[in-house]
């Protein structure tokens, strides 16, 4: 590196965009760095929200490439986005429009998978690439489970986004992911990225001989500190039990889980974090509920979470409306991953978007020809949806897919006889093929709003998507909206994490509406109920950050160099306020 980039980000600022790509082709190879705008576009376009321009969009091969690359771009004063899977709800991996104060580089992290198993596999070191469908697979090899298994897993989500947001998935009895111990790099005030090496995992020599050995599995288990720090939240499952308390249960602005890498929110650059895993559970149940009573829901809820010794593995829930929108614009997904499986599905979105960004190069094709012609084909894939699924979404509004181990199993189905005779509701008991698919149904649900607003174009002006924690004592947890926001909106899709009162509410907003004005005018009713949001999505460019949390981020990251705007921040360099 040449003695210029050596210098403060101040200093060597000047620096071209031309002699950055020259030098990072040279570091990572030419055809891994993207520079025109429709190589580029898959990875500047948010899942749902976030466009912008950007310098170059990088793909690093290894650890080593990635600290060099990221040494570079940060120390010759660029802005670094770094991005997994691109999946995230809010915004926050993509650039949020073009006023910048410097170049924006992406760094995706899509090949730099790896997973390495630790102490027999009771704890598990990941890479940045490395995706939650991966991590299943190599533990289920041996017995064991991760941290999470969410909804995102279904379109690729990455271990380390899931870390950096505090993600919180479906599994009740672990809480939002966290850990304690990381490899990553961080900004100092001399203006250089350092390597500050938290794994708990004593490696020696400089920073590209640390990050070689991790990226190789050289992890060698005299040189594991087993008490170096937590790999999960192990108090979440008392937490969550306190279904009396006044607070939610879990949202991402808790500073409760902030530790570094947990909840830093792409403010600092991760190499790997160090997780525990847990036993598999053999042999589970799921059962099937539908009411449509709300409060018999809850009480559901309330009796599972406390009188049970052993809580839920997950607990889904999903509003007859979101049921049909998913069976009809979520269709081709739910068909692919069910034929084919979750790994596919990165595959899939990527030819997706390479296909729009050749159709906007024909001007007789809507911006959204893709999403028309996969909806057309889906007409001809067969009914994806058991019967039984089908003939509970014509009699209820309100569907619990509940699954339990199997030692729980006879306890929670004599609850539900009791508590079906004494309501309006029922249930039945899946056959593993049925509690598969009403898993990936529900699932299925996070994608279908974006398909709709796709195909409804000249009725639908956009998508207001919200993940709300709810406090755990709010026996009113179905939201009723007042007349002149319901007036703006064409349909609502409800569908969360029902034991954890936590709640995806996404709205098809009528043409002519300003959704951000729509967003806007819901959270004062939100603010009111106690409720916080996001939940788990982080605050990306959609939401406010709290005082606490933009402390929290300015901690991790003086320069404002990584990520700069989230939580309608600034985004000025050293976070200098921006003139009114």
Same mark, same amino acid.
């Given at each position: ?371 028309? @012609? =996969? #909806? *057309?084909?889906?007409?001809? !894939? %067969?009914?994806?949806?058991? $019967? ?126 300003? @959704? =951000? #004005? *729509?967003?806007?005018?819901? !959270? %004062?009713?939100?603010?009111? $109920? ?51």
């Amino acid at each position: 590196m040449s003695a210029s980039l050596q210098g403060s980000s101040e200093a060597s600022s000047e620096v071209s965009d031309a002699s950055l790509i020259h030098s990072l082709r040279a570091i990572l190879g030419a055809r891994h760095v993207l520079t025109t705008p429709s190589a580029t576009y898959r990875f500047r376009k948010g899942f749902r929200f976030g466009m912008g321009d950007v310098v170059a969009v990088l793909q690093p091969g290894s650890l080593v490439e990635l600290w060099r690359a990221a040494k570079l771009c940060a120390e010759s004063g660029r802005i670094i986005i770094m991005q997994a899977a691109n999946t995230g709800l809010t915004g926050g991996s993509t650039p949020d429009g073009n006023d910048y104060d410097r170049g924006v580089v992406i760094i995706s992290t899509n090949r730099l998978d790896g997973i390495h198993l630790i102490g027999e596999g009771r704890q598990v070191v990941c890479l940045p690439g490395s995706t939650l469908h991966d991590l299943e697979d190599k533990l289920a090899a041996i017995g064991r489970e991760p941290h999470s298994v969410i909804g995102s897993s279904c379109i690729g989500a990455s271990v380390l986004g899931g870390v950096s947001n505090n993600s919180g998935g479906a599994l009740v009895q672990r809480g939002p992911a966290f850990t304690e111990m990381a490899l990553f790099g961080q900004m100092g005030p001399d203006g250089k990225l350092h390597l500050v090496n938290h794994l708990g995992i004593r490696l020696d020599g400089n920073p590209e001989q640390i990050l070689a050995a991790v990226q190789a599995g050289q992890l060698p288990e005299a040189a594991i500190d087993w008490n170096a720090g937590r790999g999960h939240d192990e108090n979440y499952a008392t937490h969550v039990r306190d279904v009396d308390a006044n607070t939610p249960a879990r949202f991402n602005a808790d500073p409760n889980r902030w530790y570094e890498a947990a909840g830093c929110a792409g403010k600092l650059v991760v190499f790997a974090v160090r997780l525990d895993t847990f036993e598999a559970n053999k042999n589970p149940a799921v059962f099937y509920i539908g009411t449509n009573s709300t409060s018999d829901l809850e009480d559901l809820r309330r009796h599972a979470l406390t009188h049970f010794d052993e809580l839920p593995i997950a607990g889904e829930y999903l509003h007859r409306d979101a049921f049909d929108i998913a069976e009809k614009y979520g269709k081709d997904t739910f068909a692919v991953i069910r034929y084919f499986g979750t790994k596919y599905l990165p595959k899939f979105f990527s030819m997706k978007s390479r296909f729009d960004v050749f159709a906007q190069k024909l001007p007789f094709l809507s911006d959204h020809f893709s999403d028309l @012609a =996969m #909806q *057309v084909l889906s007409h001809f !894939l %067969p009914k994806q949806l058991p $019967r039984r699924m089908c003939e509970y979404r014509d009699r209820f509004e309100h569907h619990l897919m509940l699954k339990v181990s199997a030692p729980m199993t006879a306890p929670v189905r004599t609850y539900l006889e009791q508590w079906a005779s004494g309501t309006g509701g029922a249930f039945f008991e899946c056959t593993p093929e049925e509690g598969k698919l009403a898993f990936l149904h529900r699932f299925a649900a996070a994608g279908a709003a974006v398909r709709y607003r796709a195909i409804h174009t000249k009725t639908a002006e956009d998508i207001v998507a919200l993940d709300v924690a709810l406090r755990r004592n709010d026996r009113e947890w179905f939201e009723v909206l007042p007349k002149e926001i319901e007036d703006k909106i064409i349909v609502k899709l409800y569908y969360g994490h029902f034991f954890c009162h936590v709640m995806h509410q996404d709205y098809v907003i009528k043409k002519g509406y300003n @959704a =951000m #004005q *729509v967003e806007h005018d819901m !959270l %004062p009713g939100l603010d009111a $109920r106690g409720a916080r949001y996001p939940a788990e999505h982080n605050v990306g460019h959609l939401y406010k950050a709290p005082d606490e949390m933009v402390a929290h981020y300015r901690s991790l990251d003086p320069c404002n160099c990584f990520n700069p705007g989230i939580g309608l921040a600034t985004k000025t360099r050293n976070w200098v306020a921006e003139s009114v």
